[in-house]
Each structure stands twice: as structure tokens, then as C-alpha cells.
């Protein structure tokens, strides 16, 4: 499986921007795909994953209502729309998923934000104040 990241960028605060991950290798309709992030001198974090075998998503706390995963079958792509972007939502973001599509109906439930074996290239977001 092999995840490409696309977009990112600069933004003033309250803002949008949208990251895309093109997902190739495995069966997209079972697959899973989590979204994290780093900022600087802190832990890397996961804000979101969606399910594509049921379309079940989850977001952490601080982007609930601001950011929304989806997926787009066609493309075999997994985007996550950022608005009312924050300072402290500046990072480098990172799309990651299981090593296989067999993963995928349990990925989002079990094993992220504490497990992913696959991993995007990483784009840097940047919100200016």
C-alpha cells in the first residue's frame, strides 16, 4: 500500500485548506485511512480517520466541527477539509493507514491513533496569526 499526501500550505487564521491522500496498492473500499499531525517541539498527534468500509468517522476534540474527512471512492482518495484554521493548528500532517486492506474494517476502532503501518510523505500547514 503506498499513501500520497498532496496540499497544505499558508494560511492566515480562519482560513481553509484542503489535504488530499491518494491511496494506491490495495482495495481503497476496505481500506482506512488516519490523519495526524506534529507541531514543533511537540508529540505527534492523531486528529481524525475515516472507515471507508462503513464510513465511519472520528475526530479528536480540538478540530471537532472545524475539519471533516471524507473519502472519494473514484480517486481512491481520502481528503481532509480544514476551515477556521488556527494558529495552533499549524503542523506537518500526515496520512497513514494499515498495511492491508484486511486492517481496514477494524483500523479506526483498534489500532489508531497508536498504530499505523503505512504513511504519507507529510505536508506542512501553516497558520498565521
Known amino acids: 500500500v503506498q499513501l500520497v499526501e498532496s496540499g497544505g500550505g499558508s494560511v492566515q487564521a480562519g482560513g481553509s485548506l484542503r489535504l488530499s491522500c491518494a491511496v494506491s496498492?490495495?482495495?481503497?473500499?476496505?481500506?482506512?485511512v488516519g490523519w495526524f499531525r506534529q507541531a514543533p517541539g511537540k508529540e505527534r498527534e492523531g486528529i481524525s480517520c475515516?472507515?471507508?468500509?462503513?464510513?465511519?468517522?472520528y475526530y479528536k476534540d480540538s478540530i471537532k466541527g472545524r475539519f471533516t474527512v471524507s473519502s472519494d471512492s473514484s480517486r481512491n482518495t481520502v481528503y481532509l477539509q480544514m476551515n477556521s484554521l488556527k494558529p495552533e493548528d499549524t503542523a506537518v500532517y500526515f496520512c497513514?493507514?494499515?498495511?492491508?486492506?484486511?486492517?481496514?474494517?477494524?483500523?479506526?476502532?483498534?489500532?489508531?491513533?497508536?498504530?499505523?503501518?503505512?504513511w504519507g510523505q507529510g505536508a506542512q500547514v501553516t497558520v498565521s496569526s
Open positions: 496498492g490495495d482495495n481503497f473500499d476496505d481500506y482506512a
Open positions: 497513514a493507514g494499515p498495511r492491508s486492506s484486511y486492517r481496514g474494517p477494524y483500523f479506526c476502532q483498534m489500532l489508531w491513533p497508536h498504530e499505523a503501518d503505512r
Open positions: 475515516i472507515s471507508n468500509s462503513d464510513g465511519n468517522t
